[in-house]
């Protein structure tokens, strides 16, 4: 079975989840009860969106219940070394040598918007193992483009 890397946080974030989507699960069931009460099931919206719910919900709990079971929780601040790897905080400089800062993070944890990228993004893919002074060059849905690891982080 393969480990799921991610982030002490991320690990968190997942757990807390999975509290919710469990204290959901009897609501839902609820919700079942009562529609089931109003009668006739084949026309009964209620029903059938509850129990679509109860779906969703089931379906997410064996997900995030499958990658906590799989967890690999990695702490950058005991990592070292000058190859970039999962956790690293890596400062890139474009074409025109403007500064990006990205971390390797999980899918779970990945947002762009706040520099976290996952490790199977096509950005982070090109990164790991890489050194400073390295170049990389990343195809991506608007081109191909060009970056030069300028630090390595581990934070």
Known sequence: MEKVPMLAEGYE????????????????????EEARAHGDLSENAEYHAAKERQG???????????KVS????????????????????????DENDKPIKYQIVGQTEADA??????????????????????????????????YLVEKIEFI
């Open 13 to 32: 974030k997942l757990t807390a989840d999975l509290k919710v989507l469990r204290a959901e699960r009897p609501l839902v069931v609820d919700a079942i």
């Open 113 to 146: 918007n706040k520099g976290r990228i996952s490790y199977n993004s096509p950005i982070a893919r090109a990164l790991i193992g890489k050194q400073v002074e390295d170049e990389i060059e990343v195809t991506v849905p608007s081109g191909d483009k060009f």
């Open 70 to 93: 799989r967890a690999q929780i990695i702490d950058p601040s005991t990592l070292s070394g000058d190859k970039v790897v999962f956790g690293a905080t890596v400062t890139l400089l």
């Open 56 to 66: 969703q919900i089931e379906a997410q709990i064996a997900e995030i219940e499958d």
